[in-house]
């Protein structure tokens, strides 16, 4: 079987998830080689998504590291069989794999929730927002490329509207206040925010400054829902970088750091309100 050049974030996310199962077990990889019938090289490769593990093999993985969770177990056997290649694949090699990675997380996703403390979320923000987010990034985007990330934002948006995911949006005020662009860029911004507040599965909450124990971290959250909790997924930007996290214990750190935020956020109703009080602030500012 061929090597993987660049194997999808899909392909390696099932590696791994067959690395932590071994690991689990407190198998070595010679030892599992060795149930399998395979060389200590393959375990490694299909460890890394390098190579593909058909779902018979997988469940005799399973097996070999007396895996009796059967949910998590079926849910890898359809990611083992996946071959349909997605639609963010016709970017590869043109936006930076992250813009990929996040895309096919998305599709794959049964829920999605972020916290956004500096920017609108991507999947609400207006095509003028969006582009104007990406020329404001440093260092200083090409025509070409702020056209491109665009199109393909807004892109993810159509695909997460017309799919029926559910999606939570928690939004801290900074984020309603900060300006990019022009101010018709953040109007229109937040008439779209009122808008996709009323789309069925969407839910906006606002976290204002005088939040009493604000418990939220600096960085941006999105945090999307798997088949089973095991396979769940968070990505955590700061100013500089962009993480992904999938193990147990940053998994529960994340889902603890949402429900905290969600117990101060304002309700979506009080999140309309507020919203729209502070379009009528910024409406009077540049009369």
Not at 21 to 30: L, W
Not at 149 to 164: A, D, N
Not at 245 to 265: G, M, N, T
Request: with cysteine; proline share 6%; glycine share 8%.
């Amino acid at each position: 079987m061929p090597l993987r050049r660049d194997p999808t974030l899909r392909q390696r996310r099932l590696g791994a998830e067959l690395r932590r199962m071994r690991e689990q077990a407190g198998m070595g990889g010679s030892q599992l080689a060795r149930t399998l019938g395979l060389n200590p090289t393959q375990v490694t490769q299909m460890e890394a998504g390098k190579i593909g593990v058909s779902a018979e093999r997988l469940r005799t993985v399973a097996t070999a590291c007396k895996c009796a969770n059967e949910p998590l177990i079926d849910a890898l056997a359809v990611m083992a069989t996946e071959r349909e290649k997605g639609w963010w694949e016709e970017y590869r090699g043109v936006l930076p794999a992250d813009f990929l990675d996040v895309a096919e997380i998305e599709g794959h996703a049964t829920g999605i929730t972020v916290f956004n403390m500096t920017f609108i979320p991507g999947l609400l923000q207006t095509s003028s927002y969006t582009a104007s987010v990406f020329t404001k990034g440093f260092p200083p985007l090409p025509q070409q490329d702020v056209d491109q990330r665009t199109t393909f934002r807004l892109r993810r948006q159509q695909l997460i509207r017309s799919g029926g995911t559910p999606f939570v949006a928690f939004i801290h005020e900074a984020a309603l206040r900060i300006q990019y662009g022009q101010y018709g860029v953040l109007h229109e911004q937040l008439g779209g925010l009122l808008e996709d507040s009323e789309l069925p599965g969407f839910s906006i909450r606002i976290v204002p400054f005088d939040t009493e124990d604000f418990p939220g971290p600096s960085e941006n959250l999105f945090y999307a829902e798997g088949p089973v909790p095991e396979l769940d997924t968070v990505q955590a930007d700061s100013s500089l970088s962009s993480h992904l996290f999938d193990s147990p214990a940053h998994l529960a750190s994340y889902r603890e750091i949402l429900a905290r935020i969600e117990s101060v956020a304002l309700s979506e109703y009080q999140s309309r309100d507020f919203i729209r009080s502070i379009m009528k602030e910024a409406k009077v500012k540049h009369e």
